[in-house]
């Protein structure tokens, strides 16, 4: 498998979000000489989202481009950076409906780039 990979770049909270589809080795090499990043994570993950340090966004990454619940699982945490980084509330049971719109926001453009690739 090559590496597949999009910058997204979202306006209204000025995110940058990193969508990669690629193997396990793959990211970490990618990852490395992009951003000089070393990534630790579970051998029995298959997928991930990191926020990356100095502000240069966050990237989510799926070992199954058309894993539905996984993308769904990860938009979570790309939407819990995104607020975060923005000094707002992340505690859903005071405010979920900004939370719900903008995990829908990027659960739809991060599913239509994922299943647009070949391969």
């Known amino acids: 498998m090559n590496i597949k990979w999009k910058r ?3 306006p209204v909270f000025e995110k940058t979000v990193y969508a ?3 193997s396990r080795e793959e990211l970490y090499t990618w ?8 990534l630790e994570m579970s051998e029995f993950s ?12 966050s990237v989510i990454w799926l070992s199954d481009k058309k894993d539905f619940y996984l993308l769904l699982h990860e938009t979570v ?4 950076f995104s607020l975060e980084d923005r000094m707002m509330i992340t505690d859903l049971a005071v405010d ?8 829908a926001y990027w659960f ?12």
Do not use: M
């Not at 990852?31 to 070393?38: E, G």
């Not at 945490?77 to 819990?80: G, P, T, W």
């Not at 739809?108 to 391969?119: A, H, P, Q």
């Open 8 to 10: 997204f770049d979202e």
């Open 31 to 38: 990852l490395k000489k992009k951003f000089d990043f070393d």
């Open 20 to 22: 990669v589809w690629c």
């Open 46 to 57: 298959d997928g991930v989202s990191i926020n990356l340090p100095d502000n240069l966004g």
């Open 77 to 80: 945490h790309i939407v819990r």
């Open 96 to 103: 979920d409906e900004t939370f719900a719109y903008y995990q």
């Open 108 to 119: 739809k453009v991060l599913w239509r780039w994922f299943n647009k690739l070949k391969g």
